[in-house]
């Protein structure tokens, strides 16, 4: 039974080719990459997007970068998605990811706490909500009762 998760690249990753073409590959061939997409997100989808965080210190920061240049969304497939996908960026952190795992995405590509690199869904609800935002068109019933 395949997981989904979702995936999205971030503006400054989208912008850096060698970033770019290495996750691009890792997910080719670590993932089963059901659909993909390149939007522009405006400040408003952006902060919608990312309401669970809107009472942080990081939100507007957060929402300003997030709707500064093209990003790319990737619905993932794999029997554990969701924990591969987050395992293969490393921790939110750039320090702790530099210092801990240092071949993580966020590792090796990572540029600050809100410049890091991708994001990755961090529950099967999450999942769920992420990809429908984005997706509205993809059914969970057909999916699921196919694969
Ligand atoms: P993401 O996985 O997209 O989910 C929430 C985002 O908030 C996170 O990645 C970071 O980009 C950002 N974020 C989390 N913590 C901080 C922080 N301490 N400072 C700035 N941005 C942060």
Same mark, same amino acid.
């Given at each position: 039974?395949?997981?989904?998760?979702?995936?999205?690249?971030?503006? /400054? %990753?989208?912008? $850096?080719?060698?970033? =770019?073409?290495?996750? #691009?590959?890792?997910?080719?061939?670590?993932?089963?990459?059901?659909? %993909?997409?390149?939007?522009?997100?405006?400040?408003? %989808?952006?902060? $919608? !997007?990312?309401?669970?965080?809107?009472?942080?210190? !990081?939100?507007?920061? =957060?929402?300003?970068?997030?709707?500064?240049?093209?990003?790319?969304?990737?619905? =993932?497939? /794999?029997?554990?998605?969701?924990?591969?996908? #987050?395992?293969?960026?490393?921790?939110?952190?750039?320090?702790?990811?530099? !210092?801990?795992?240092?071949?993580?995405? #966020?590792?090796?590509?990572? =540029?600050?706490?809100?410049?890091?690199?991708?994001?990755?869904?961090?529950?099967?609800?999450?999942?769920?909500?992420?990809?429908?935002? !984005?997706?509205?068109?993809?059914?969970?019933?057909?999916?699921?009762?196919? $694969?």
């Amino acid at each position: 039974k395949l997981q989904l998760s979702l995936a999205i690249i971030k503006p /400054h %990753t989208v912008k $850096n080719p060698v970033a =770019l073409t290495y996750i #691009r590959n890792v997910l080719k061939n670590k993932f089963v990459v059901i659909k %993909t997409k390149r939007l522009f997100l405006d400040k408003s %989808t952006a902060a $919608n !997007f990312y309401i669970e965080h809107k009472d942080k210190f !990081f939100f507007n920061r =957060l929402v300003t970068f997030m709707s500064s240049g093209y990003i790319d969304l990737h619905v =993932l497939g /794999h029997k554990n998605a969701i924990h591969l996908w #987050r395992k293969m960026l490393g921790p939110t952190k750039v320090y702790k990811a530099q !210092f801990e795992d240092p071949y993580s995405l #966020r590792g090796m590509f990572g =540029l600050s706490d809100t410049r890091n690199v991708a994001h990755g869904s961090d529950s099967l609800t999450s999942a769920e909500r992420e990809i429908k935002f !984005f997706f509205p068109e993809f059914s969970f019933y057909e999916w699921h009762s196919s $694969n």
